[in-house]
Protein backbone atom coordinates (compact mmCIF):
# COMPACT_ATOMS: atom_id res chain seq x y z
CA UNK A 1 0.00 0.00 0.00
CA UNK A 2 2.59 2.55 -1.30
CA UNK A 3 1.70 5.88 -1.70
CA UNK A 4 -1.71 5.39 0.80
CA UNK A 5 -2.06 8.71 3.32
CA UNK A 6 -1.35 7.60 7.33
CA UNK A 7 -4.28 7.29 9.60
CA UNK A 8 -4.49 9.75 11.87
CA UNK A 9 -4.76 8.54 15.36
CA UNK A 10 -7.57 9.84 17.80
CA UNK A 11 -7.29 9.45 21.42
CA UNK A 12 -10.99 8.26 23.29
CA UNK A 13 -12.56 8.51 26.42
CA UNK A 14 -12.96 5.81 29.17
CA UNK A 15 -16.73 5.65 27.53
CA UNK A 16 -15.84 5.68 24.21
CA UNK A 17 -13.42 2.85 25.24
CA UNK A 18 -15.94 0.75 27.22
CA UNK A 19 -19.07 1.53 24.36
CA UNK A 20 -16.45 -0.48 21.57
CA UNK A 21 -15.53 -2.93 23.98
CA UNK A 22 -19.20 -4.28 23.98
CA UNK A 23 -19.50 -4.45 20.41
CA UNK A 24 -16.77 -7.19 20.56
CA UNK A 25 -16.25 -10.33 22.14
CA UNK A 26 -13.00 -11.47 22.21
CA UNK A 27 -9.86 -10.08 23.64
CA UNK A 28 -6.37 -10.80 25.07
CA UNK A 29 -5.48 -10.83 28.92
CA UNK A 30 -2.07 -10.35 29.79
CA UNK A 31 -0.39 -11.14 33.18
CA UNK A 32 2.92 -12.54 34.46
CA UNK A 33 3.24 -15.57 36.09
CA UNK A 34 6.32 -17.50 37.07
CA UNK A 35 8.05 -17.94 33.58
CA UNK A 36 7.76 -14.01 32.88
CA UNK A 37 4.89 -12.20 30.71
CA UNK A 38 2.40 -14.29 28.67
CA UNK A 39 -0.89 -12.90 26.78
CA UNK A 40 -3.89 -15.26 26.34
CA UNK A 41 -7.06 -14.72 24.05
CA UNK A 42 -10.24 -14.90 25.91
CA UNK A 43 -13.90 -14.34 25.00
CA UNK A 44 -15.44 -11.85 27.25
CA UNK A 45 -18.57 -9.87 28.41
CA UNK A 46 -19.12 -6.43 29.86
CA UNK A 47 -20.55 -6.23 32.99
CA UNK A 48 -21.39 -2.85 34.99
CA UNK A 49 -18.10 -1.38 33.35
CA UNK A 50 -15.79 -4.31 34.18
CA UNK A 51 -14.36 -7.35 31.72
CA UNK A 52 -15.78 -10.52 32.91
CA UNK A 53 -14.38 -13.44 31.42
CA UNK A 54 -13.94 -17.15 32.99
CA UNK A 55 -11.78 -20.68 32.35
CA UNK A 56 -11.69 -24.03 33.72
CA UNK A 57 -10.80 -24.13 37.11
CA UNK A 58 -6.87 -24.87 37.75
CA UNK A 59 -5.75 -24.49 34.25
CA UNK A 60 -2.10 -22.02 33.43
CA UNK A 61 -4.34 -18.67 33.73
CA UNK A 62 -6.20 -19.59 36.60
CA UNK A 63 -3.36 -20.18 38.73
CA UNK A 64 -1.48 -17.23 37.42
CA UNK A 65 -4.55 -15.30 38.43
CA UNK A 66 -4.58 -16.76 42.07
CA UNK A 67 -2.83 -15.64 44.99
CA UNK A 68 -2.73 -16.77 48.71
CA UNK A 69 -2.56 -13.40 50.26
CA UNK A 70 -6.10 -12.13 51.48
CA UNK A 71 -7.01 -9.11 49.71
CA UNK A 72 -4.66 -9.07 47.27
CA UNK A 73 -5.01 -7.51 44.03
CA UNK A 74 -3.96 -9.81 41.38
CA UNK A 75 -3.14 -6.69 38.42
CA UNK A 76 -3.44 -7.87 34.46
CA UNK A 77 -3.86 -5.80 31.79
CA UNK A 78 -6.63 -6.63 29.21
CA UNK A 79 -6.61 -5.75 25.67
CA UNK A 80 -9.03 -6.12 22.72
CA UNK A 81 -8.90 -4.19 19.04
CA UNK A 82 -11.15 -4.02 15.62
CA UNK A 83 -8.97 -3.35 12.98
CA UNK A 84 -9.34 -2.73 9.27
CA UNK A 85 -6.43 -3.32 7.04
CA UNK A 86 -7.83 -2.56 3.84
CA UNK A 87 -8.67 1.34 4.89
CA UNK A 88 -6.21 1.51 7.87
CA UNK A 89 -8.80 2.48 10.19
CA UNK A 90 -9.76 0.70 13.68
CA UNK A 91 -9.73 0.93 17.40
CA UNK A 92 -7.63 -0.41 20.50
CA UNK A 93 -8.51 -0.17 23.79
CA UNK A 94 -6.51 -1.53 26.75
CA UNK A 95 -7.56 -1.81 30.38
CA UNK A 96 -5.55 -2.30 33.28
CA UNK A 97 -6.63 -3.47 36.88
CA UNK A 98 -7.31 -6.00 39.31
CA UNK A 99 -8.39 -9.17 38.53
CA UNK A 100 -10.60 -11.03 41.07
CA UNK A 101 -12.47 -14.26 40.99
CA UNK A 102 -16.06 -14.59 41.42
CA UNK A 103 -19.12 -16.61 41.71
CA UNK A 104 -21.60 -15.81 39.61
CA UNK A 105 -25.25 -15.79 41.31
CA UNK A 106 -26.96 -18.55 40.79
CA UNK A 107 -30.26 -17.30 39.76
CA UNK A 108 -29.10 -15.56 36.95
CA UNK A 109 -27.64 -17.16 33.16
CA UNK A 110 -23.54 -17.13 33.33
CA UNK A 111 -22.10 -13.58 32.67
CA UNK A 112 -20.53 -14.78 29.64
CA UNK A 113 -20.30 -18.15 27.88
CA UNK A 114 -16.81 -19.48 26.71
CA UNK A 115 -16.66 -20.68 23.37
CA UNK A 116 -14.30 -23.32 23.92
CA UNK A 117 -15.37 -26.23 25.43
CA UNK A 118 -14.78 -28.49 28.76
CA UNK A 119 -15.64 -26.85 32.06
CA UNK A 120 -15.06 -23.45 32.63
CA UNK A 121 -16.42 -22.56 36.10
CA UNK A 122 -13.66 -20.38 37.44
CA UNK A 123 -15.10 -16.86 36.82
CA UNK A 124 -12.75 -13.45 36.37
CA UNK A 125 -14.06 -9.78 36.80
CA UNK A 126 -11.46 -7.56 35.98
CA UNK A 127 -11.80 -3.91 37.84
CA UNK A 128 -10.40 -1.41 35.82
CA UNK A 129 -8.22 1.11 37.26
CA UNK A 130 -6.91 2.48 34.03
CA UNK A 131 -8.63 2.44 30.49
CA UNK A 132 -7.24 4.04 27.60
CA UNK A 133 -8.11 3.70 23.38
CA UNK A 134 -7.43 5.03 20.48
CA UNK A 135 -8.79 5.49 16.73
CA UNK A 136 -7.24 5.14 13.79
CA UNK A 137 -9.25 7.08 11.29
CA UNK A 138 -8.30 7.63 7.50
Not at 78 to 107: C, K, Y
Amino acid sequence: MSGAEPSRIIELSSQECLDLLGKEGVGRVAFTDSSGPAVVPVNYTLEDGTVVFRMASGNWLDQALTTSIVGADVRIAFQADHIEPGTRTGWSVLIRGAAHHFTPDASENPPVTPWAGGDRRSYIRLLPREITGVRLIG
